[in-house]
């Protein structure tokens, strides 16, 4: 199992520029998320789904889009990149009905918009 | 609304003494999960314990363990023997489970530096 793999680890963006950010589980689980994690605002929710399809908003969602064609993978697309969305992404997924449903995160992206 | 709400940006601890990392929640669902995770200076998030809203028992593993006061809607995470490898970052989260949505909120985080 690789649990949840994200990529690419790091990327450096010019202001306006479009990226796609991968995320990938193996597990089989239902729900995935993005976050965001800047200093002093711990993790904030961008977007989720509950399964192929099913996407919807969380905390923060503009500029960020997402789609969940497969169980499997769940990008998050930035559509014209800002100063303003530079921090450290992290994806997650966990069933929906399996308690504890714990979310496994996974490595985290380190997105500097320039 | 949902919300958490941790007081503590910062937290010293002794070596081989109990901390106690607050959290408090608002929610207005009956069903709802929290749950504590910690994330070292590396980077990655780590899943540590998880309570229940229906469960009466407080959660526990190891050295970790939850002191869930439903009434006052807190969710406190306690541990035990401070250990050097404990020195981190600690997120408390709730999941709330409204009309098939699951939406994982966090609170801010509290930093807890373990002194040898």
């Known amino acids: 199992n690789a649990g949840v793999t994200q990529t690419p680890k790091f990327q450096v963006l010019k202001t306006g520029q479009s990226m796609t950010l991968q995320c990938a589980q193996d597990?089989?689980?239902?729900?995935m998320s993005w976050y965001r994690q800047d200093p002093g605002m711990g993790l904030r929710l961008i977007h989720y789904?509950?399964?192929?399809?099913?996407?919807d908003q969380g905390e923060v969602p503009n500029g960020y889009n997402v789609s969940r064609s497969t169980t499997e993978d769940f990008p998050l697309r930035l559509l014209s990149a800002a100063p303003s969305q530079t921090s450290v992404y992290f994806c997650?997924?966990?069933?929906?009905?399996?308690?504890?449903?714990?979310?496994?995160f996974g490595p985290g992206t380190r997105l500097t918009v320039t | 609304a949902q919300k958490i709400t941790q007081t503590q940006p910062g937290m010293f601890v002794q070596e081989k003494e109990a901390v106690t990392l607050d959290c408090t929640y608002d929610?207005?669902?009956?069903?709802?999960?929290l749950f504590w995770y910690k994330q070292p200076s590396s980077g990655e998030m780590i899943f540590l314990i998880y309570?229940?809203?229906?469960?009466?028992q407080n959660a526990t593993e190891g050295r970790y363990s939850l002191n869930f006061q439903k009434a006052r809607k807190s969710a406190n995470l306690v541990i035990s023997a401070s250990q050097l490898g404990d020195s981190a970052m600690y997120f408390c989260?709730?999941?709330?489970?409204?009309?098939?949505?699951?939406?994982?909120?966090f609170g801010t985080g509290t930093r807890l530096k373990v002194l040898a």
């Open positions: 997650a997924s966990s069933f929906v009905a399996v308690v504890p449903y714990e979310q496994y």
């Open positions: 597990m089989n689980h239902e729900y």
């Open positions: 789904s509950v399964g192929a399809g099913i996407t």
């Open positions: 929610t207005s669902d009956q069903s709802y999960g």
């Open positions: 309570q229940g809203s229906y469960d009466e």
């Open positions: 989260a709730m999941r709330e489970a409204t009309s098939g949505t699951y939406k994982y909120i």
